[in-house]
């Protein structure tokens, strides 16, 4: 069931109800309601409230405990004994005259319990860190290990999140949706209600209050009543904080939502935006403004920041970001959504969605293991296929709709160039890429077996693309994300200790093994030692066979080495010019020379993702409807994601343990030429367009290798006279 009022949601309701008359009795009814109903402050259920209000069991508490809970249910979150005890206190009472009325306690037993004082207290563990997604992660994992133990036992749960980081990235997902809405205009308030004489200028704070209460406060923003609107201001009511003036600057973002494409004029008068009556959201947000002031003979302009409330609205929208550490794959940040109140979906775990261009680092790098270097050219031309595996003829193009004829990988990636992309996913292979992707911990299950892989046309999770992105920034190591550190049980004594594998680059770590197997597909390492095949760093040799399976040799301290540090490196490197110079530049602004990442936008802008990395931490962000469709032109990566990213990581890089600059070091073996940066062979005397490019031994451009190119450009050029003389 959604939070709306429709029809639609009392047909489901009715629909529901008869469901559970049909499986249940009545009082299995009442008691799966009593256990499972919210009763405010965390308590689901009257055993938990009983524990949260008064530190005892339900069967411990007074006659007068028992009707103050009874009396919950209708509003939990404002009437219970710590948030409003004289509303509690009241509530009781009518709890008891209704015991006493219906003949279940005597008139003394009710006059006795009215006049006991309250004696709630909260009894539950201070809130550290609201983390519900993680929360959520965590309770499925221990009643998957311990069942309904897990309720009962008195299990302490210590995860790997970082208070600093999950607080910065639930702040950073949240402004970005709310940019994003604000960008596509104002669709009116959320409700509107009659003001029954409420007056503007002296409202009766319990009554105003009373018309907000059973709003909800969603993602930071408050529910506040419109009372009066003037010329360029509104008075409003901010539930809990009273009477606030909306200044001009809060409203005049407010243009007309017409569609995802397009917005209204420009509001001229507050009257354009609101009106009394309306229920709308505010957030109280740090602002920069201009202020003019006297310095001597001259005025001078400053500018400061001051903190002031903002008219907003509940996004449409949602998001998902998950920070790792790439070291082990500890998940230090993650957010599942706008917030979780409105919506239990975890978008990182559970949101299978297209990944677009920030799927094609996985395609280089099966390139590099083919033989490819960064400085290989492959033609940016258009192109057209009549592909069996496609329904029909597929016409791709660049987001620019421009082609730029041979491009070096390097540059390619860093323009994020669709039909080099396609062309070297036809050179290498499909089912080859496919293979290469189990290096990076991705399911190909789920994912196309055509030419669309290159532009990320399959469907994969927040959580795949960012482990998937930490073995590029820990020099190839595949590590697995966790959530939990350690379990105690209620004596304190530890039950469960996570061991994940670390990357280490100095340790002499196997590499990855190809398997043709006599088996069934996917079987482990262990099972498969016999059809093994060592896979040098140098794995050109090997034939793009749709049957090899990567197998990780087993080692319960090391994380695996899934891709040679060569190849690593060289995709860090690349990805570094993505920020440097290409479709995620706008993360210059962090001025830190080590990161690197890439955008991904589907077409239509229906998904937008950036995944960025360190050698540090590895996050990834994405925003899109759940219900897929466009969000609008020039929605793309670097416009709906990277600022999620980049507000994250401006945060993280303060801190001490991310705050120092580590490009990585090329690996020892690596050899640096000077190439031409315009054919990506190997410089002469004679070249005007000098660069320099690391390469793989094996692959290092040699003399001859331009000589046989020019000789077949030679060859080219005369046969193409040749026909030409012919025609004419």
């Not at 290469?436 to 196309?448: C, D, H, T």
């Not at 999770?461 to 105690?488: K, M, Q, T, W």
């Not at 590499?511 to 896979?535: H, N, W, Y």
Request: aromatic residues 8%; positive net charge; charged residues 25%.
């Amino acid at each position: 069931l959604d939070p709306g009022k429709t029809y639609t949601r009392k047909l489901k309701e009715i629909m529901l109800a008869l469901k559970i008359e049909q499986e249940l009795n009545k009082d299995e009814i009442l008691e799966l309601y009593l256990n499972k109903i919210f009763l405010g402050h965390r308590a689901y259920g009257v055993g938990a409230a009983a524990q949260v209000y008064y530190g005892r069991n339900i069967e411990e508490l007074t006659l007068a405990q028992m009707a103050m809970i009874a009396g919950l249910p209708q509003r939990p979150s404002d009437f219970n004994p710590i948030t409003n005890p004289d509303k509690a206190r009241d509530r009781r009472n009518h709890v008891l005259w209704r015991l006493r009325k219906e003949g279940y306690i005597s008139q003394d037993d009710m006059l006795a319990s009215q006049a006991e004082p309250l004696s709630a207290g909260l009894h539950a563990s201070p809130i550290e860190l609201s983390a519900p997604y993680v929360a959520e992660m965590a309770r499925q994992r221990i009643k998957q290990r311990f069942g309904d133990a897990a309720f009962s036992a008195g299990y302490k749960v210590y995860t790997t999140l970082d208070t600093r980081l999950q607080q910065a990235a639930d702040a950073a997902l949240r402004n970005s949706l709310i940019g994003y809405d604000r960008r596509h205009g104002w669709r009116g308030p959320e409700l509107q209600l009659e003001m029954d004489g409420l007056d503007p200028g002296n409202p009766d704070a319990a009554r105003a209050e009373s018309m907000l209460a059973d709003i909800p406060l969603l993602g930071g923003l408050t529910p506040a009543l419109v009372l009066a609107v003037q010329k360029k201001t509104a008075t409003v009511w901010v539930r809990r904080h009273g009477v606030v003036t909306l200044e001009w600057a809060a409203l005049s973002w407010a243009r007309k939502h017409i569609n995802t494409h397009r917005v209204g004029k420009k509001p001229k008068r507050a009257a354009d935006v609101l009106a009394a009556g309306d229920v709308v959201r505010v957030h109280y947000v740090e602002v920069t403004e201009k202020v003019k002031r006297k310095k001597g003979r001259k005025t001078v302009t400053e500018t400061r920041s001051v903190e002031r409330w903002r008219l907003a609205q509940l996004p449409e929208i949602e998001g998902a970001f998950v920070a790792l550490h790439p070291k082990d794959g500890a998940v230090v940040a993650l957010a599942g959504g706008f917030d979780f109140k409105r919506s239990k979906f975890n978008r990182v775990t559970q949101a299978y969605r297209q990944p677009g261009s920030s799927f094609k680092p996985f395609i280089y790098a099966a390139a590099l293991e083919k033989g490819f270097t960064a400085a290989s050219t492959v033609n940016d031309a258009p192109i057209v296929f009549d592909d069996a595996g496609l329904e029909s003829a597929w016409r791709p193009e660049n987001y620019s709709g421009k082609s730029f004829g041979p491009t070096r990988l390097r540059l390619a990636l860093t323009k994020s160039r669709n039909l080099v992309s396609i062309r070297l996913l036809r050179a290498i292979g499909v089912d080859y890429a496919l293979d290469q992707l189990q290096r990076f911990g991705i399911n190909a299950g789920r994912l196309p077996r055509d030419l669309s892989l290159s532009l990320g046309s399959g469907v994969v999770r927040p959580l795949d693309i960012a482990a998937g992105y930490s073995v590029l920034a820990n020099g190839g190591f595949r590590v697995n994300p966790h959530v939990i550190s350690r379990i105690e049980d209620a004596d304190g004594k530890t039950v469960y200790v996570a061991s994940p594998r670390q990357a280490c680059r100095a340790c002499n770590v196997p590499g990855p093994v190809l398997v043709v197997p006599d088996q069934e597909p996917g079987t482990g390492g262990s099972e498969a030692v016999g059809s093994t095949i060592k896979v040098s760093d140098n794995a050109t040799d090997v034939p793009p066979d749709p049957r090899v399976r990567i197998v990780i040799p087993d080692d319960p301290a090391l994380a695996p080495r899934t891709l040679p540090a060569g190849n690593a490196w060289v995709m860090y490197s690349m990805l570094q010019d993505v920020v440097r110079a290409g479709t995620a530049v706008r993360a210059k602004v962090l001025k830190r020379a080590d990161l690197a990442g890439k955008t991904g936008t589907t077409n239509d802008q229906r998904d937008a993702w950036f995944s960025g990395f360190s050698q540090d931490l590895v996050a990834t962000a994405w925003v899109g409807f759940d219900r897929v469709q466009p969000m609008g032109r020039a929605e793309t990566g670097s416009r709906a994601a990277l600022p999620m990213w980049i507000d994250f990581m401006g945060t993280a890089l303060k801190l001490p343990e991310y705050s120092e600059e580590r490009p990585p070091p090329p690996p020892e073996d690596m050899v640096q030429v000077r190439i031409d940066a315009d054919s990506g062979l190997l410089a002469s005397g004679n070249t005007a367009n000098v660069m320099v490019e690391y390469f793989r031994p094996q692959n290092a451009p040699d003399r001859n290798q331009a000589l046989r190119a020019a000789s077949a450009a030679a060859s080219a050029q005369k046969e193409a006279k040749d026909l030409s003389e012919q025609i004419w």
